[in-house]
């Protein structure tokens, strides 16, 4: 099953959170509705509502969806991920994302900074709106884990002595807790007893996981064009992602100094993409991070036997699929 045939599953669906979105940035403050509208017009993959509206139907076991909970989990998950992104690029001082130039980059800092919050803000407004205690218990644990990921990957940047543990630990608090939180909440709307919550959280959990392992992968290996992004920009911005911390761990002599230097170098100084790659090659960097990723995207399929068949399941098992085989 491709993406495109994934999507098609919950197609409507996808159509009524878009709706919901775009109701739900407005404001009354002209340059939050102009930030908002860049945000939504640079598109994205809009992974985590695809998760959220899976996960509710098939914790329903397929039954019709009524009351549109559903849309509002997806959406203010999606506000989550949106209004880290925009915290993201002034931390990181990017200054492109999906191609084009980033909010920051157009509106200034400080915009960017208060119009994320804006976003948060909005994205518990539409939680509160759920009448459910548990989903905001839920949810405000994510946020926070969240920002501690930050902190942490900030505390990792230009760090050579990065290991791999504490690089897993950044991973899963930044990309996979709103996974695993995402699909949770849909089965807590969407009457999944408490198995079938727990199962679909930790298929997010491992989902997420293998999700930024593959891109931590294509950062090293896409091209830029088709991506969006430049490639090896991690390491331009100082973060140690898997493949590197790998060849490192297994490199010698002068190849590990030069390995060091590009990671603790000053953030003026280019480091030598072409020889980190080559050293990253050497040592099957690429293929060991690759291979942790399908073990990953195998442990969130096996979560799914939790849930009754329907093709909603199987749609979850094969979004699982495709995380660890695209390639951008």
Known sequence: MTLDEIRALVGADMAAVDAVIRSRLKSSVALVDQVAEHIISGGGKRLRPLIVLLSAHAASGGRPLADGQHLDAA????????????????????????????????YGNQASVLVGDFVYSRAFQIMAGTGSQRVMEIMADATNVIAEGEVLQLMNAHDAQTTEDRYLEVIYRKTARLFEAGAQVAAVL?????????????????LGTAYQLIDDVLDYRSDPATRG?????????????????????????????????AITRSADAAPDMQGIIASIDRSGGMEYTRALAESESRQAAEALAELPASRFREGLAALARVAVTRDR
């Open 75 to 106: 959406a203010f998950i999606e506000f989550i991920h949106t209004a880290t992104l925009l915290h993201d690029d002034v931390v990181d001082h990017s200054s492109k994302r999906r191609g084009r130039d980033t909010a920051n980059e157009v």
């Open 190 to 206: 969407c009457g999944g007893d408490a198995a079938q919550q727990a199962a679909l959280g930790r298929y997010g959990r491992h």
């Open 229 to 261: 992004k430049n490639l090896g920009e991690d390491l331009a911005e100082g973060k140690p992602t898997l493949p590197l911390i790998y060849a490192l761990r297994n490199a010698q002599g002068d190849e590990a100094e030069a390995i060091r230097r």
